[in-house]
Protein backbone atom coordinates (compact mmCIF):
# COMPACT_ATOMS: atom_id res chain seq x y z
CA UNK A 1 0.00 0.00 0.00
CA UNK A 2 1.50 3.26 -0.81
CA UNK A 3 0.18 7.08 0.43
CA UNK A 4 0.63 10.28 -1.28
CA UNK A 5 -0.47 13.17 0.31
CA UNK A 6 -0.97 16.78 -1.55
CA UNK A 7 -2.93 19.85 -0.54
CA UNK A 8 -0.85 21.36 1.99
CA UNK A 9 1.20 25.02 1.79
CA UNK A 10 0.16 28.56 3.50
CA UNK A 11 -2.84 29.74 4.81
CA UNK A 12 -4.08 32.64 6.82
CA UNK A 13 -5.49 32.03 10.17
CA UNK A 14 -9.24 31.51 9.56
CA UNK A 15 -8.65 29.84 6.20
CA UNK A 16 -9.20 26.83 4.65
CA UNK A 17 -7.70 23.71 3.06
CA UNK A 18 -8.11 20.76 1.86
CA UNK A 19 -5.67 17.70 2.25
CA UNK A 20 -5.96 14.83 -0.30
CA UNK A 21 -4.57 11.20 0.10
CA UNK A 22 -3.95 8.92 -2.90
CA UNK A 23 -3.58 5.46 -1.91
CA UNK A 24 -2.42 2.47 -4.25
CA UNK A 25 -1.42 -0.67 -4.06
CA UNK A 26 -3.58 -3.27 -1.91
CA UNK A 27 -6.43 -0.93 -1.22
CA UNK A 28 -8.58 -3.91 -0.12
CA UNK A 29 -6.76 -4.89 2.94
CA UNK A 30 -6.90 -1.32 4.37
CA UNK A 31 -9.85 -1.26 7.65
CA UNK A 32 -9.20 2.24 8.66
CA UNK A 33 -7.42 5.29 7.54
CA UNK A 34 -6.55 8.58 9.69
CA UNK A 35 -4.94 11.67 9.35
CA UNK A 36 -2.44 12.43 12.05
CA UNK A 37 -0.20 15.54 12.09
CA UNK A 38 3.42 16.06 13.98
CA UNK A 39 3.97 20.30 14.77
CA UNK A 40 7.60 20.74 15.66
CA UNK A 41 8.61 19.52 19.26
CA UNK A 42 5.74 17.31 19.78
CA UNK A 43 4.77 13.96 19.27
CA UNK A 44 2.50 13.17 16.62
CA UNK A 45 -1.21 13.02 17.24
CA UNK A 46 -4.02 11.52 15.81
CA UNK A 47 -6.77 14.40 13.69
CA UNK A 48 -9.20 12.29 12.37
CA UNK A 49 -10.17 8.60 11.45
CA UNK A 50 -12.31 7.10 9.10
CA UNK A 51 -13.80 3.63 8.14
CA UNK A 52 -13.58 2.50 4.45
CA UNK A 53 -16.83 2.04 4.61
CA UNK A 54 -17.08 5.67 5.20
CA UNK A 55 -19.83 4.84 8.11
CA UNK A 56 -17.95 5.78 11.29
CA UNK A 57 -15.27 8.84 11.99
CA UNK A 58 -13.79 10.10 14.92
CA UNK A 59 -11.86 13.43 14.80
CA UNK A 60 -9.47 14.90 17.78
CA UNK A 61 -11.45 17.39 20.33
CA UNK A 62 -8.92 20.32 18.92
CA UNK A 63 -10.94 20.01 15.54
CA UNK A 64 -13.70 18.72 16.10
CA UNK A 65 -16.23 21.28 14.08
CA UNK A 66 -13.59 22.62 12.11
CA UNK A 67 -12.24 19.77 9.98
CA UNK A 68 -14.17 17.24 8.17
CA UNK A 69 -12.75 14.05 7.06
CA UNK A 70 -13.82 11.97 4.26
CA UNK A 71 -13.17 9.17 1.58
CA UNK A 72 -13.88 8.48 -1.81
CA UNK A 73 -13.54 5.00 -2.60
CA UNK A 74 -14.22 5.17 -6.28
CA UNK A 75 -11.07 7.54 -6.67
CA UNK A 76 -8.90 5.78 -4.05
CA UNK A 77 -8.80 8.77 -2.34
CA UNK A 78 -8.86 10.02 1.50
CA UNK A 79 -9.30 14.30 2.01
CA UNK A 80 -9.09 15.69 5.20
CA UNK A 81 -11.30 19.85 4.41
CA UNK A 82 -9.66 22.19 6.98
CA UNK A 83 -12.02 25.27 7.96
CA UNK A 84 -11.15 27.89 10.29
CA UNK A 85 -7.50 27.18 10.22
CA UNK A 86 -5.55 28.57 13.56
CA UNK A 87 -1.27 28.82 13.79
CA UNK A 88 -1.57 25.76 16.21
CA UNK A 89 -2.92 23.87 13.59
CA UNK A 90 0.81 24.36 11.28
CA UNK A 91 2.13 20.90 11.38
CA UNK A 92 3.43 18.48 9.09
CA UNK A 93 0.08 16.07 8.28
CA UNK A 94 0.67 12.44 7.47
CA UNK A 95 -2.06 10.10 6.26
CA UNK A 96 -2.48 6.75 7.32
CA UNK A 97 -3.79 3.50 6.54
CA UNK A 98 -4.26 0.82 8.58
CA UNK A 99 -5.03 -3.11 8.05
CA UNK A 100 -6.64 -4.84 11.46
CA UNK A 101 -5.84 -8.62 9.46
CA UNK A 102 -2.49 -8.10 8.11
CA UNK A 103 -1.65 -6.14 11.09
CA UNK A 104 0.04 -3.96 9.15
CA UNK A 105 0.59 0.17 8.99
CA UNK A 106 1.28 2.18 6.78
CA UNK A 107 2.30 5.97 6.03
CA UNK A 108 2.41 8.98 3.59
CA UNK A 109 5.65 11.36 3.02
CA UNK A 110 3.52 14.09 4.74
CA UNK A 111 2.49 17.43 4.00
CA UNK A 112 3.42 20.87 5.07
CA UNK A 113 1.11 22.91 6.78
CA UNK A 114 1.22 26.42 7.59
CA UNK A 115 -0.87 29.03 9.27
CA UNK A 116 0.21 32.29 9.57
CA UNK A 117 -0.50 36.15 8.68
Known amino acids: VQLVESGGGLVQPGGSLRLSCAVS????????MGWYRRAPGNQRELVAAITTGGDSTDYADFVKGRFTISGDNAKNTMYLQMNSLKPEDSAVYYC???????????WGQGTQVTVSS
Open 25 to 32: GSTFTIDV
Open 96 to 106: NAQSLKQQSIY
